[in-house]
């Protein structure tokens, strides 16, 4: 009794380490930086005014947001490796991780639910098994009145035999379609990724780097013609006027600026003016990666957590047990 009575103080504390250690860490700001990964995703989701009066709620301006992403808005980042790849970490790369590739046999499964394939199918298997069925012979001279068509019975077959040989050439050609398309689309997203360059300010100087490099504070410049990679925030603009039709549907082209709509937008096209701005969201956080992984063509962060929690919560709470039995 006294051994349960002590141990419960100790079960207390452990419980309350799992809670902080198992909540979600992107939910808080790094000891470097004065803004979450969750608090970025929640800015741009507004729009308009509403976007202007979360800034300046959360941050004053756009200066305080480049202060608190640790970042300058004229010189932009130092381009330190290390300050580099502790942005990745913490606020994730400007990579959209795909989903794993659907085999050949997967797409043939997926050809077979046709209704119209299926009902071919249960066709083809009834006019084979009539075909096939052979009836006593007492029974065979009634229906024939004695006498035997032995070419019908024998070429009965053939009926059913060309619908399955028709069904499986349908569901071949479908399959392989398929297949070529996403081998297709692939490659050309992996171009892009790795040929698509943008222009950003580094040390005080303009460079054209590959997208993938892009992290969250990084100060891009914007111009007509432009595919934003990432999304942001306007620190500067002139006349700039983006099509968000890719993400909206609306095929007016959106005024963006400081006092209309400062949000700019991975996957829109900028198709008049200039500026430049602050990166605030990239990869499966950006918009566009938020969109893809709800219909399913990336893979989303929360898989990839769900893997990183299985390999270290079960030797972590292992070792909470043995604890536990030690007291």
């Given at each position: 009794?006294?051994?349960?009575?002590k141990?419960?103080?100790?079960?207390?504390?452990?419980s309350?380490?799992?809670?902080?250690?198992?909540?979600?860490?992107?939910?808080?700001?790094?000891p470097?930086?004065?803004?979450?990964?969750m608090?970025?995703?929640?800015?741009?989701?507004?729009?308009?005014?509403?976007?202007?009066?979360?800034?300046?709620?959360?941050?004053?301006?756009?200066?305080?947001?480049?202060?608190?992403?640790?970042?300058?808005?004229?010189?932009?980042?130092?381009g330190?490796?290390?300050?580099?790849?502790?942005?990745?970490?913490?606020?994730?790369?400007?990579?959209?991780?795909p989903?794993?590739?659907?085999?050949?046999?997967?797409?043939?499964?997926?050809?077979l639910?046709?209704?119209?394939?299926?009902?071919?199918?249960v066709?083809?298997?009834i006019?084979?098994?009539?075909?096939?069925?052979?009836?006593?012979?007492?029974?065979?001279?009634?229906?024939?009145g004695g006498?035997v068509h032995?070419?019908e019975?024998?070429?009965g077959?053939?009926?059913?035999?060309?619908?399955?040989?028709?069904?499986?050439?349908?569901?071949l050609?479908?399959?392989?379609n398929?297949?070529?398309?996403?081998?297709?689309?692939?490659?050309?997203?992996?171009?892009?990724?790795?040929?698509?360059?943008?222009t950003?300010?580094?040390?005080?100087?303009?460079?054209?780097?590959?997208?993938?490099?892009?992290v969250?504070?990084?100060?891009?410049?914007?111009?007509?013609g432009?595919?934003?990679?990432?999304?942001?925030?306007?620190i500067?603009?002139?006349?700039?006027?983006v099509?968000?039709?890719?993400?909206?549907?609306?095929?007016?082209?959106v005024?963006?600026?400081?006092?209309?709509?400062?949000m700019?937008?991975?996957?829109?096209?900028?198709?008049?003016?200039?500026?430049?701005?602050?990166?605030?969201?990239?990869?499966?956080n950006?918009?566009?990666?938020?969109?893809?992984?709800?219909?399913?063509?990336?893979?989303?962060?929360?898989?990839?957590?769900?893997?990183?929690?299985?390999?270290?919560?079960?030797?972590?709470?292992f070792?909470?047990?043995?604890?536990?039995?030690?007291q």
């Open positions: 009794m006294n051994r349960s009575a141990s419960q103080p100790f079960l207390s504390s452990l309350h380490e799992i809670i902080e250690i198992m909540g979600t860490v992107e939910n808080e700001p790094a470097q930086y004065e803004v979450s990964v608090q970025l995703r929640e800015l741009m989701d507004s729009r308009g005014t509403e976007g202007i009066a979360k800034i300046q709620q959360q941050f004053g301006n756009v200066f305080g947001l480049c202060n608190a992403l640790r970042t300058a808005p004229n010189e932009g980042l130092s330190n490796p290390k300050d580099l790849e502790n942005r990745r970490e913490f606020f994730g790369a400007n990579v959209i991780p989903k794993p590739p659907k085999t050949f046999l997967q797409l043939v499964w997926e050809a639910q046709d209704v119209t394939l299926i009902i071919l199918e066709a083809a298997i006019s084979l098994a009539l075909a096939f069925y052979k009836p006593p012979p007492g029974e065979e001279d009634e229906e024939t006498g032995e070419d019975s024998e070429a077959w053939i009926e059913g035999a060309a619908i399955l040989v028709s069904v499986i050439i349908v569901v050609v479908t399959a392989f398929d297949y070529t398309k996403e081998r297709q689309f692939r490659g050309l997203q992996n171009r892009i990724e790795h040929e698509h360059k943008f950003v300010i580094r040390g005080s100087e303009a460079k054209e780097l590959l997208v993938a490099e892009l969250v504070g990084d100060i891009c410049q914007v111009k007509y432009d595919l934003l990679p990432a999304d942001g925030i306007i500067q603009s002139n006349d700039l006027k099509d968000e039709s890719s993400l909206t549907g609306e095929s007016d082209h005024k963006k600026g400081n006092d209309s709509d400062p700019l937008l991975s996957g829109t096209h900028v198709m008049e003016g200039s500026g430049r701005m602050v990166v605030t969201a990239v990869g499966i950006s918009q566009a990666g938020i969109i893809f992984a709800l219909l399913g063509a990336a893979q989303s962060e929360d898989d990839a957590q769900k893997k990183q929690m299985k390999k270290g919560t079960v030797p972590y709470i070792n909470i047990c043995r604890c536990v039995a030690l």
